[in-house]
């Protein structure tokens, strides 16, 4: 019989996608006022890799990532997603754009072996994980390097990111060193 233990605290992430710079930085806001203090933040990348939200978020996105601490339980992922999901909801009711959806916001974390995102759809490679979400390993660290799986989104499979996973997961061990 396994024994049951507390898992390690995780680095939590978030990725925040729009074409709008103040959308980026209201979500900003809020992820400090809600989630703790930003310890690293990545360029904006173009998010180029697919078309799939053209049609509800509009053309020439840009994806930036957000590192937080506190470093948290990685229990708490549903009810990230479930926040980030309403926040999206507000921005779209504060400050009404052209398209259905100007802002996405996708919360998750990293641990030392893998970066894991939250989403609301179920999938084969997705997990329930409570209050309506599901969490999927989108990549892992293993032999010095990030490496993706056949489901992993097509911009998480482009290396562009990884330096920014590799600097998170340098948090991470700092982070926890330090307790």
Same mark, same amino acid.
């Given at each position: 019989?396994?024994?049951?233990?507390?898992?390690?605290?995780? =680095?939590?992430?978030?990725?925040?996608?729009?074409?709008?710079?103040?959308?980026?930085?209201?979500?900003?806001?809020?992820?400090?006022?809600?989630?703790?203090?930003?310890? =690293?933040?990545?360029?904006?990348?173009?998010?180029?890799?697919?078309?799939?939200?053209?049609?509800?978020?509009?053309?020439?996105?840009?994806?930036?990532?957000?590192?937080? +601490?506190?470093?948290?339980?990685?229990?708490?992922?549903?009810?990230?997603?479930?926040?980030?999901?309403?926040?999206? +909801? +507000?921005?779209?009711?504060?400050?009404?754009?052209?398209?259905?959806?100007?802002?996405?916001?996708?919360?998750?974390?990293?641990? =030392? @072996?893998?970066?894991?995102?939250?989403?609301?759809?179920?999938?084969?490679?997705?997990?329930?994980?409570?209050?309506?979400?599901? @969490?999927?390993?989108?990549?892992?660290?293993?032999?010095?390097?990030?490496?993706?799986?056949?489901?992993?989104?097509?911009?998480?499979?482009?290396?562009?990111?990884?330096?920014?996973?590799?600097?998170?997961?340098?948090? =991470?061990? +700092?982070?926890?060193?330090?307790?």
């Amino acid at each position: 019989m396994g024994l049951i233990h507390t898992p390690e605290p995780v =680095l939590p992430i978030t990725a925040v996608f729009t074409h709008y710079p103040d959308a980026i930085d209201w979500a900003r806001e809020k992820i400090r006022a809600n989630w703790g203090k930003i310890v =690293l933040e990545s360029e904006a990348f173009p998010f180029e890799q697919t078309h799939y939200y053209d049609a509800s978020m509009g053309p020439r996105l840009k994806k930036i990532f957000f590192a937080m +601490e506190p470093l948290i339980d990685p229990s708490q992922l549903a009810e990230m997603k479930n926040q980030s999901n309403h926040w999206e +909801e +507000e921005y779209s009711r504060e400050f009404p754009k052209d398209e259905e959806r100007p802002l996405n916001i996708d919360p998750g974390f990293i641990d =030392l @072996a893998k970066l894991i995102l939250a989403s609301s759809k179920d999938f084969y490679h997705r997990i329930y994980i409570g209050q309506g979400i599901f @969490a999927e390993i989108t990549l892992r660290f293993t032999k010095g390097q990030w490496t993706d799986f056949p489901w992993t989104f097509p911009d998480y499979r482009e290396t562009t990111y990884h330096p920014f996973f590799m600097q998170c997961r340098e948090k =991470l061990r +700092e982070l926890r060193d330090a307790k």
